[in-house]
């Protein structure tokens, strides 16, 4: 007998030996058949979806969720045009906090404000609170004197904007996170996820400097697990930071690792290890992606952004975490880093082949068209966040030039040389919702309606793919998540509308009627 049987619905499968379907049955969490496959059988649950449009769950490959989860609930300074504005906001909040207590702020963005704000400002407004207001794009803070007074003289700018290494010298020096504020955190934002389609994401780093918010952080997912307060499948990236040395068997070519030597695959089901988590640059709000070509500005060509480590470090870093075994996250956001990483893992595929480790490149910000061919040929996947040029294209064409503005966040160039493309987030830097980037990237018009790269557009088919399949494959759930298939996870979202029938205009607006995993839609 089946659970349930889904009735008079437009399945789309993303499976191109079947793409559709009006009927899928659901056994143990399972689809067992399609259309005639299962006409006729019994079944404990039989829902008639009206022709709603069915689709697999969308999987987001690059979030935070425990930062999403946290940023929700702390005070925000934005959206701030005036600097009185975000400090009227810090003395409202930190009135709230006991003396000489850490305030934790999110949204702060130095480019909008009507002048910058420094340590000094903080300090009218801080009465005896250590206060810490981060940065929109997660590579930088702004921090007072409290704060600047506990870290190391090298890192501890007066001014109080800190980014990269001095941003994580923060961090460390803030009080950690309880695991059940955690696990609270990790909840509200999953739910978040569900309530979009979402029935699967990449958290994209525990055990960070630059984003940690405990030393024992994997626990937390592992607390939401166990009490039943993760809505959905979690992989789990874990920072480079967090491997330390060990003595191993020579033959094992593992230099560094987490304890018990664990590594991609490691679980299975609804939590389980995912990537390496490896660090090249910054992000380009913070102006601190690596690039090629300065960044420029009304005043003319500014700074060219920052590696995190010196070439050879980062190299020594990827390509032990490839002999090592891990499925490898190489962050790289500037074109300078891209590089970098491909260097080194054209260095590291020479060591060891390893055909189907399908290493990934996060971001892949500013790719340019000399380095199409490498990532193709070496076979990453390159995991894009298609809202970035909604919600801060403007910013990023300007910083960029009229050359280079075209090579952002690319779309169809990928495609067109077969490299493979994972749709993502990077939630909370910008809105999480599928739908709404699936819209972006085929637009590709930011909020002004400034068009980036309209040579870069895709379809909204290749759109739907990335957001599924490729996902599911960056994410070593294919087979089990990606596409409505006989023995894949009964993980699907039911849409008030077909994103392939409407304007391209209208697929962000389309209602999420329901969200199902393993065949449950009740959380």
């Known amino acids: 007998m089946l659970s349930t049987r889904i ?42 979806l009206g022709g709603a449009t069915v689709l697999p769950g969308f999987i987001d490959a690059h979030v935070h969720l425990a930062w999403a989860g946290l940023k929700a609930k702390a005070p925000s300074v934005a959206p701030s045009r005036r600097a009185d504005d975000v400090l009227r906001v810090v003395a409202q ?17 130095q480019r ?8 000094s400002d903080l300090d009218t407004v801080s009465a005896g609170r250590k206060v810490y207001l981060g940065h929109l794009s997660g590579h930088a803070c702004l921090v007072n004197s409290a704060v600047l007074a506990g870290l190391p003289a090298d890192v501890a700018r007066p001014d109080g904007f800190l980014a990269e290494g001095a941003m994580g010298a923060a961090l460390q020096s803030r009080p950690p996170h309880s695991l059940a504020e955690l ?91 995912g990537s390496l988590k490896i660090f090249t640059d910054g992000g380009m709000m913070a102006r601190t992606a690596a690039l090629t070509s300065p960044y420029l500005s009304l005043e003319g060509p500014g700074g060219s952004g920052q590696l995190m480590h010196e070439p050879e470090v980062l190299e020594s870093t990827i ?23 491909l260097d080194a893992l054209e260095k590291a595929r020479k060591l060891s082949p390893r055909p189907e480790v399908r290493h990934r490149v996060e971001h892949a910000g500013l790719v340019r068209p000399d380095q199409l061919p490498r990532l193709a040929a070496l076979g990453v996947t390159v995991v894009v966040q298609p809202s970035f040029l909604r919600y801060y294209g403007d910013d990023y064409a300007a910083i960029m030039g009229e050359e280079r503005a075209g090579w952002l966040y690319r779309g169809r160039g990928f495609l067109d040389h077969g490299v493979r493309v994972a749709g993502s ?62 023995g894949s996870r009964a993980d699907l979202v039911v849409l008030g509308d077909d994103p392939r029938r409407v304007d391209v205009s209208r697929i962000g607006d389309i209602e999420v009627v329901r969200t199902f995993v393993e065949g449950e839609d009740a959380y």
């Open 7 to 48: 009735t008079n619905a437009r399945i789309v499968t993303m499976d191109p030996d079947r793409p559709a379907a009006r009927e899928l049955g659901i056994w143990r969490g399972r689809v067992v058949g399609l259309d005639e496959d299962v006409a006729g059988l019994p079944a404990r649950r039989t829902l008639d």
């Open 425 to 486: 987030s990077d939630r909370p830097v910008a809105n999480g919702a599928p739908l709404r980037a699936i819209q972006f990237m085929v637009e590709r018009a930011s909020e002004s309606g400034r068009l980036i790269g309209p040579d870069e557009a895709i379809t909204v088919e290749e759109a739907l793919r990335a957001y599924t399949v490729e996902a599911a494959r960056a994410c070593h759930w294919d087979g089990d998540a990606g596409s409505l298939t006989p």
């Open 112 to 119: 909008t404000l009507d002048r910058p704000l420094t340590a």
């Open 319 to 341: 390509v032990e975490g490839h002999l090592a075994g891990w499925q490898l996250a190489v962050h790289a956001i500037g074109d300078r880093a891209l590089d970098v990483a």
């Open 93 to 109: 909040a930190v009135a709230e906090a006991p003396v000489g207590g850490w305030v934790d702020f999110g949204g702060y963005d």
């Open 183 to 273: 696990a609270s955190a990790i909840e509200h934002a999953a739910r978040v996820c569900r309530s979009e389609g979402i029935t699967g994401c990449a958290e994209a780093g525990v055990g960070a400097r630059l984003f940690g918010h405990s030393p024992i952080e994997g626990a937390a997912y592992q607390l939401a697990h166990e009490s039943g307060r993760l809505p959905l499948r979690v992989r789990l990236m874990v920072a480079a930071d967090a491997l330390h040395p060990v003595r191993a068997d020579v033959d094992d070519t593992t230099g560094r690792a987490i304890d018990l030597g664990l590594r991609t695959g490691f679980g299975d089901g609804a939590l389980s290890l």
